[in-house]
């Protein structure tokens, strides 16, 4: 007899905020918030420097949050010096110089966490959960773009 759950989204849910718990914890050591390294690394990823449009969609659809969460973000980024609008262009943001060296000190240590909790498990399995996951999360977003209010 298997000892191993089924997998569900209370399982998913359980390893998501277990992970998330240990990623909240080294970015208080930051000052920055979760919602803010989203930001950072998403503007990282993206070349350093992004379309404010299009992280304010990155962060509202990976994130699920409203977009004036998003947009709060990235105004309290610009406060703190972190990102900052690229001259001669409001539409673009970018990384400053304090953004990036934070941004590069938190994707160091969250490489070491995923080593931590990735480190040792078969690279099968990996790719099967990772398969799955993603599949999981297309169906989902697919049920909320096209979700309507339960009818009584």
Same mark, same amino acid.
């Given at each position: 007899?298997?000892?191993?759950?089924?997998?569900?989204?209370?399982?998913?849910?359980?390893?998501?905020?277990?992970?998330?718990?240990?990623?909240?914890?080294?970015?208080?050591?930051?000052?920055?918030?979760?919602?803010?390294?989203?930001?950072?690394?998403?503007?990282?990823?993206?070349?350093?420097?992004? &379309?404010?449009?299009?992280?304010?969609?990155?962060?509202?659809?990976?994130?699920?949050? &409203?977009?004036?969460?998003?947009?709060?973000?990235?105004?309290?980024?610009?406060?703190?010096?972190?990102?900052?609008?690229?001259?001669? &262009?409001?539409?673009?943001?970018?990384?400053?110089?304090?953004?990036?060296?934070?941004?590069?000190?938190?994707?160091?240590?969250?490489?070491?966490?995923?080593?931590?909790?990735?480190?040792?498990?078969?690279?099968?399995?990996?790719?099967?959960?990772?398969?799955?996951?993603?599949?999981?999360?297309?169906?989902?977003?697919?049920?909320?773009?096209?979700?309507?209010?339960?009818?009584?």
């Amino acid at each position: 007899m298997s000892t191993t759950p089924p997998l569900n989204g209370q399982v998913i849910g359980q390893a998501h905020y277990a992970t998330r718990a240990v990623l909240e914890r080294l970015v208080a050591g930051t000052g920055a918030t979760f919602h803010q390294v989203v930001a950072l690394n998403a503007t990282a990823d993206n070349g350093s420097v992004m &379309d404010r449009e299009r992280l304010v969609l990155r962060m509202t659809s990976t994130l699920k949050i &409203d977009e004036s969460v998003a947009l709060a973000t990235m105004a309290d980024l610009m406060a703190s010096k972190l990102l900052e609008t690229l001259p001669g &262009d409001e539409s673009r943001i970018r990384l400053t110089d304090a953004g990036r060296a934070l941004q590069g000190r938190i994707g160091t240590a969250t490489a070491g966490i995923t080593e931590r909790l990735y480190g040792g498990l078969p690279a099968e399995d990996l790719a099967a959960a990772s398969r799955v996951l993603t599949a999981v999360t297309a169906r989902a977003n697919a049920e909320l773009e096209g979700a309507q209010a339960p009818s009584a």
